[in-house]
């Protein structure tokens, strides 16, 4: 005997399921959601989709101690006050970014947002980490340069991160030019030629160096400079040498070099 429409043995749609009322406490599970949400950085937002990194979500929810960073209170119509930014020698570094631990990014003072470049806030973003003295860049082992922590600091201080972190992966200096290479042009880094790295620094712009030679494994950053007469940009951060502004072929040990920026 067939059962009819009314019978009890059909199932009932699944009901739906309750959305968030306005007022209402969130519970532990999109508390925790929110926070870790707010803690990524525009950066580990977006390569979510990166070949880079893990798959798992657990994996990247591990990735969440790299922190973001603080962001410089600035005035709403005007960046442009550098009375009121803070002042960096170069040679000594706040307390702030001297920390040698890498499980979580350090939080520079100064901040410099997409959209508000000028060559003093680049100089003030470079000074502030004292590359040549602080602590933070001594190397690892000899051989072993934290160039591309230096240039992890930086970008993150230029709200343009190349990451150490990718999901669960920790990046080696190797794996941070490799990166930067095919995964940067993905992520608004342009290359430009040697010739024109100084103008754009000059402009307020990150511009990142690595020797073109693709076995030589190091990084460095142009700094706003004059013309140099050799055309040859001098190079700031921890390579061959430490210093704030050498000659490619003191810091890569070669003169040939490869540049990007980022907006």
């Known amino acids: 005997m067939s059962q ?64 973001p960073a603080l962001q410089l209170p600035q005035s709403s119509k005007d960046t442009g006050n550098f009375k009121a930014l803070p002042r960096f020698d170069g040679k000594t570094a706040p307390d702030a970014v001297k920390g040698r631990d890498l499980w979580k990014a350090v939080q520079p003072p100064l901040v410099n947002r997409l959209g508000k470049r000028s060559r003093e806030l680049y100089e003030q973003a470079i000074k502030q980490f004292a590359v040549t003295t602080n602590p933070r860049y001594d190397d690892d082992a000899p051989g072993k340069p934290r160039a591309h922590i230096f240039v992890w600091d930086l970008s993150r201080a230029m709200s343009c991160e190349i990451p150490h972190f990718v999901g669960a992966r920790e990046l080696t200096l190797a794996q941070t030019c490799d990166w930067l290479r095919h995964e940067g042009p993905m992520r608004g880094w342009k290359r430009l030629n040697d010739f024109e790295a100084v103008d754009v620094a000059n402009t307020g712009l990150l511009v990142v160096a690595l020797p073109r030679d693709r ?49």
């Open 215 to 263: 076995l030589n494994k190091l990084l460095a950053v142009v700094a706003p400079q004059a013309a140099p007469p050799d055309n040859k940009p001098r190079l700031t951060g921890v390579g061959r040498v430490r210093s704030d502004g050498a000659h490619p072929r003191e810091f890569f040990g070669a003169p040939a070099i490869d540049c990007f920026f980022h907006d």
């Open 4 to 67: 009819g429409k009314g019978s009890s043995s059909q199932k009932k749609p699944p009901e739906p399921e309750p959305t968030p009322v306005a007022g209402k406490p969130l519970n532990d599970t999109e508390h925790n959601a929110r926070v870790l949400n707010s803690m990524l950085t525009s950066h580990q937002k977006a390569t979510y989709g990166s070949d880079f990194q893990d798959t798992t979500a657990a994996r990247r929810r591990d990735s969440l101690l790299a922190m």
